[in-house]
């Protein structure tokens, strides 16, 4: 089975905002919550009230929608929200796959970036591109106060170590840590 590239456009907003509702359930302890869509969107007003961070990835989604389908100032608002509200800073060119968990927050993600389906990403961690694209692959997890600068492309199912410092690319079911970041051992 290979893994899906991450996305070139934001996927769909409502299948990308209950994907991003189940990734928080499931690394909340609360997937039984999940049930059918009137019980999920309940979950997904809950997890918006108790989650900065979850908010915080609303307020990208629907910035993300609103500049695909180029209505003005919402997209602006959207970023200015989510900054507030989680500092969670969101670029232009960022694009997010489905289905992103953030642990609490404090995220800054700039420049040419991608996300693929399933990233977790937690507090402190930053994703520069401004020296060529960043491509995180399905299923990464990036950790607390870890640097990814570009250009790289991190295989999918990746384990980035806390506070490590990785440029350049990171072959897949592997685990970085360090500054710089270097292999620890492959997952099998």
């Given amino acids: 089975m290979t ?18 509702a ?20 309940g979950q997904m007003l809950r997890l918006a009230v108790e989650s900065d961070a979850y908010l915080a990835q609303v307020c990208y989604r629907v910035g993300a929608s609103a500049r695909r389908y180029r209505v003005p100032v919402v997209p602006r608002l959207m970023k ?7 500092q969670v800073h969101v670029g ?6 489905p289905g992103l968990y953030l642990a609490h927050g404090q995220v800054d993600l700039r420049g040419s970036v991608r996300l693929g389906p399933g990233v977790v990403m937690f507090p402190w961690s930053t994703i520069d591109s401004s020296n060529g694209e960043v491509v995180i692959e399905t299923d990464v997890r990036v950790g607390t106060g870890a640097v990814i600068t570009g250009p790289a492309v991190v295989g999918a199912h990746t384990r980035i170590g806390a506070n490590a410092v990785l440029s ?3 072959p897949a079911n592997s685990r970085v840590a360090g500054v710089p970041a270097r292999p620890v051992r492959s997952r099998t």
């Fill in 3 to 20: 893994n899906p590239s991450p996305p070139l456009a934001p996927p769909p907003l409502l299948s990308a905002l209950v994907a991003d």
């Fill in 22 to 41: 189940r990734a928080a359930a499931r690394f909340r302890g609360e997937y039984h919550r999940l049930g059918n869509r009137w019980v999920t969107a």
């Fill in 80 to 86: 200015v929200a989510a900054a507030a509200i989680a």
């Fill in 92 to 97: 232009p060119d960022v694009v997010i796959g």
């Fill in 168 to 170: 350049g690319d990171v």
